[in-house]
């Protein structure tokens, strides 16, 4: 071979081992499980049974013996997170089934992918809530990111901020930040 083709040889090979490494086509054909539950989502603020302080031990001057005048007092635990809205994945030119679910416990919001989860994995996938009820197939503007996918296959739980209104972000898309496409999205009725 001459030294011209050599050099068109290891350019052409650059390109690919580069084209490669920034589209990783080979994340089309793996799964990343994800396993969190709703209770790890609210750990953080959920309180436990306290016990308050008994009263003290006071006693009588008439010989009698010691007694208490309150018992100890216990507050209870706040019940479980509730549910508000529910939605269905559903692909968008890629794969997609499962369920999406707000919790809301003690005035704190998580965004849930259910245990039934299957996204088809891609480049770059973040998590956004649309201030919509469905995805109208044009890149939105108005967005709130949660961040990366943290899985493709089961369970997993997104911290809602302060800016959430459920009355207003009424759908969950799955975004290829790489590519500018949507892989999923599941309105929340």
């Not at 007694?67 to 529910?86: K, M, N, Y």
């Not at 503007?141 to 459920?166: A, S």
Request: hydrophobic residues 40%; negative net charge; contains cysteine.
């Amino acid at each position: 071979m001459t030294r011209g083709r050599w050099i068109l040889v290891g350019g052409l090979l650059a390109v690919l081992v580069v084209g490669l490494l920034l589209f990783r086509p080979d994340t089309l054909f793996t799964e990343v499980q994800a396993d969190e539950s709703l209770e790890e989502a609210f750990a953080s603020t959920t309180t436990v049974a306290t016990t308050q302080p008994a009263a003290p031990i006071t006693t009588s001057t008439a010989g009698t013996a010691p007694s208490t005048s309150a018992a100890a007092a216990t507050t209870s635990s706040p019940s479980g997170p509730a549910q508000l809205t529910t939605g269905q994945f559903s692909g968008i030119d890629h794969s997609a089934v499962g369920t999406a679910t707000v919790y809301e416990q003690d005035g704190d919001h998580v965004l849930r992918f259910e245990d039934d989860t299957y996204i088809q994995n891609g480049p770059d996938l973040y998590v956004w809530l649309l201030p919509a009820t469905s995805y109208d197939g044009v890149t939105p503007e108005d967005y709130i990111d949660l961040g990366t996918l943290k899985g493709t296959v089961g369970g997993q739980n997104y911290d809602l901020p302060p800016e959430f209104d459920p009355a207003i972000h009424r759908a969950v898309l799955i975004w290829c930040l790489r590519f500018a496409v949507p892989f999923a999205a599941a309105p929340l009725a």
